[in-house]
């Protein structure tokens, strides 16, 4: 060896070297820039669902906002790649700096600009989401073709770099959501969570400066004498590879829609179900990029594409299996989660190596590289953006939970099949892939449905061996309503009541409706929020002091299921009865100048997703200033002792009642005597609850004139008395702290096992 190639050797050795201390700094801040912005999205949609409601529209416009927002900063970040006067650390710190700047601001931001645009229509409520969203997700959008941009100059590998940084920035999303679910909400809450992500910001901004200091270099290295033109050129146009990323980006949102709508009914939708399919599909999807970053880097293109078509085949097969397994494993109960889970993570991981590989056959590593990233980048998040519109509004709505899955499958393997259509490979091989590909979509189209035959009531009852079949179930795109022989209802897979206004026989709580005029003397005006089988809507509508009844019910689907029902199907014509479908918070604030004598909220389990919505401090304080002078809040605490406690300190006046809260800045006219005159006068659609010539009945309405002992002062009471006044609840559960939209309640904190 002459000693220029030993010097060449030496140069090229501390070359490689260098770009790998400089690879794993980038990687490791990259890392950890993922991480914050997660945190940012998983607060800022809860912050602004408290602004636009929870229903399915605000929810998919909320999450389009973001990733279009995210898009769009993809193409700024394009643009600033091709800039060589532009350094990337110092463009990164920069990037962070604001981002921290605005996350610090922003819940305030949000709250501010929610109290000026209430009331807004859904194109309306799009454009704002937008607008608030714009500026973090266009930084946060902007920095992965930046990188790109600036590591592909260095190295002259295109697949590799988009596989390695798209694998460390996502690897950290998805540590994001497991730490959001674990420790950050439940133990810090809101505002907490986004001082944790605004110091990461600083912290990923002041390395990237000190890196940049570090790097003493003043140009960039020539890249290895081993990297070809050949190699390296685009074999696919851009456009084509384009629509390819758009298409499976849809398919990939769309699965993660789907996986989070079986899971959340598998789990009783909780909001630590969301936050773990969330955290498991972005692992998925990051281990899946980093793994076909490494193929690009050591096979062949032809190579790498082949394999490509083949873990996407796979990921058919997975999908397939999904409902199939969950059905028939379900006897394991919690268990059934677990597997859940595994197969989300091995769907995404297959369909994550796609946007490395498209990268690798259609990116020259030249200065352009970074803009021609933004463009890829872009087109996958309009395709989920598609996803989560199309998915959310239209399959699951018309299709159902199977129907859905199947769809899917079919949808994935006819992206397969247009790969396989692309890619240079002899026609004989090409008719082969493709014959396969629709082989498997014929199998899906046949075994999903047939191999998933009852999968609700096997996740629910988790497959015992005589288990219930469902006699009506509904599925819309806001949940999955099912009902029971015996009436009992459910709203995606926890209990929500039965059919029953029978309160001589009362097996689901139903003197609580009945219980009405007990507590206000004159009830004309009344606010139900929540319509659930329609019994106790059925019950306060006959109420003969009741003259108007407004219902807000954010599901549609329980009109159909009332309309089914002959015991409540009479209220959907009941002239005193209007009903709203709508967020019920929202409509509250959206009509600051309806007031009422009374205001009833039968809300589902105090743990369940976004129910803090209708629990917190901040709710009670809506629903006061539409009280009329006198009125009562009377609403569902589901035995929470932190509920109780957070109404009694947050009204004047106020007892729990049975597992309610009657609450009022008025002192309550228990009156009894009247409540049982009201009662024997009660008649549903015509039809006496009570005949007081009967002994039956008159011992009935003795027994719970009897209640009115609990009232007395030093009566010895326990939890389970029907009647407790908020003196003795407050001392009852001191030391818990009331329910805030900001800690929320009990949410993050139920499923973990700590309250």
Not at 269 to 283: E, N, P, Q, R, Y
Request: aromatic share 8%; proline share 5%.
């Amino acid at each position: 060896m002459t000693s220029l190639d030993l010097t060449a050797s030496i140069q090229a050795a501390k070359r490689g070297e260098r770009l790998a201390q400089w690879t794993r700094v980038l990687c490791v801040l990259f890392f950890f820039s993922g991480f914050p912005a997660l945190i940012y999205q998983l607060t800022w949609q809860r912050s602004l669902f408290l602004i636009f409601g929870v229903n399915i529209e605000s929810v998919t416009i909320v999450v389009t906002a973001f990733m279009l927002g995210l898009g769009l900063g993809s193409l700024a970040g394009g643009w600033l790649s091709k800039r060589r006067d532009v350094p990337p650390l110092p463009l990164l710190a920069a990037i962070e700096l604001l981002t921290a700047a605005f996350g610090a601001a922003s819940l305030t931001i949000f709250d501010k600009v929610g109290g000026w645009t209430i009331g807004l229509s859904l194109p309306a409520t799009a454009v704002v989401s937008l607008a608030l969203v714009l500026v973090p997700t266009l930084l946060m959008g902007a920095t992965l073709p930046v990188l790109v941009g600036h590591l592909v100059r260095r190295s002259g590998k295109v697949g590799s770099a988009v596989g390695l940084l798209y694998y460390v920035n996502t690897l950290g999303a998805g540590a994001a959501c497991l730490a959001s679910a674990v420790l950050l909400f439940p133990f810090l809450g809101m505002s907490g969570s986004i001082y944790v992500a605004v110091a990461m910001n600083v912290a990923v901004a002041l390395g990237a400066l000190v890196a940049h200091k570090r790097d003493s270099r003043d140009a960039e290295p020539a890249l290895p004498a081993a990297v070809s033109g050949e190699r390296h050129g685009p074999v696919l146009r851009l456009a084509t590879v384009s629509a390819l990323a758009a298409a499976g980006g849809f398919v990939s949102l769309s699965y993660e829609i789907f996986f989070f709508r079986t899971i959340s009914y598998a789990s009783g939708s909780s909001a630590t179900a969301f936050a773990v399919t969330l955290s498991v599909f972005l692992v998925g999807i990051a281990s899946g990029s980093r793994q076909a970053g490494e193929d690009c880097e050591k096979l062949p293109r032809e190579a790498v594409m082949r394999r490509l078509v083949n873990l996407l085949m796979i990921a058919s097969v997975a999908g397939i299996l999904f409902l199939p397994m969950l059905s028939h494993l379900a006897w394991l109960g919690n268990g059934v989660v677990g597997i859940a889970v595994l197969m989300v993570y091995l769907v995404a991981r297959f369909w994550g190596a796609l946007l490395p590989c498209l990268a690798e056959v259609s990116i020259a590593f030249d200065s352009r590289a970074g803009m021609r990233t933004a463009t890829l980048y872009l087109a996958n998040i309009l395709g989920s953006a598609a996803g989560s519109v199309i998915t959310g509004f239209v399959l699951m709505d018309r299709l159902g939970l199977v129907a859905t899955g199947t769809a899917l499958v079919v949808g994935g393997i006819a992206t397969i099949m247009v790969l396989i259509a692309v890619l240079d490979i002899p026609f004989a091989e090409k008719r082969r892939r493709v014959a396969m590909a629709a082989g498997l979509a014929l199998v899906a189209v046949a075994a999903v449905p047939t191999l998933s035959g009852h999968v609700l009531e096997n996740l629910q009852w988790n497959a015992t061996p005589n288990v219930e079949r469902f006699a009506g179930v509904i599925e819309n795109r806001s949940g999955i309503i099912t009902v029971t022989a015996q009436g009992v209802v459910y709203g995606h897979g926890m209990y929500d009541g039965r059919f029953n206004t029978d309160l001589k026989h009362d097996n689901n709580g139903i003197v609580r409706p009945y219980a009405l005029s007990l507590f206000h003397p004159a009830p004309r005006d009344v606010l139900m929020v929540g319509l659930s089988s329609g019994s106790w809507a059925q019950v306060i509508a006959n109420n003969p002091d009741v003259a108007s009844l407004t219902i807000i019910e954010i599901n549609p689907g329980y009109l159909t299921l009332i309309e089914r029902e002959p015991q409540v199907a009479p209220l959907l014509k009941n002239p005193k009865v209007t009903i709203v479908n709508d967020d019920g918070r929202r409509w509250l604030r959206a009509n600051p100048d309806r007031h009422f004598d009374a205001v009833v909220s039968n809300t589902t389990w105090y743990f369940r997703a976004s129910v803090t919505n209708l629990l917190s401090v901040e709710f009670l304080d809506l629903v006061r200033h539409h009280l009329n002078r006198g009125g009562i809040f009377f609403y569902n605490t589901t035995d929470s002792d932190r509920v109780q406690r957070t109404g009694c300190l947050a009204f004047g006046y106020g007892a729990r009642f049975t597992n309610h809260m009657v609450l009022s800045d008025s002192p309550i006219a228990w009156d009894f005597q009247r409540w049982r005159r009201v009662l024997a006068s009660y008649r549903l659609d015509g039809r006496p609850v009570f005949d007081p010539a009967r002994a039956e009945d008159r011992a009935a309405l003795d027994r719970l004139a009897s209640w009115e002992e609990n009232l007395a002062p030093n009566i010895a009471r326990t939890e389970k008395s029907p009647i407790e006044p908020c003196p003795l609840v407050v001392e009852r559960t001191a030391g818990m702290k009331p329910v805030t939209d900001d800690n929320m309640g009990s949410e993050w904190l139920h499923f973990l096992g700590l309250e």
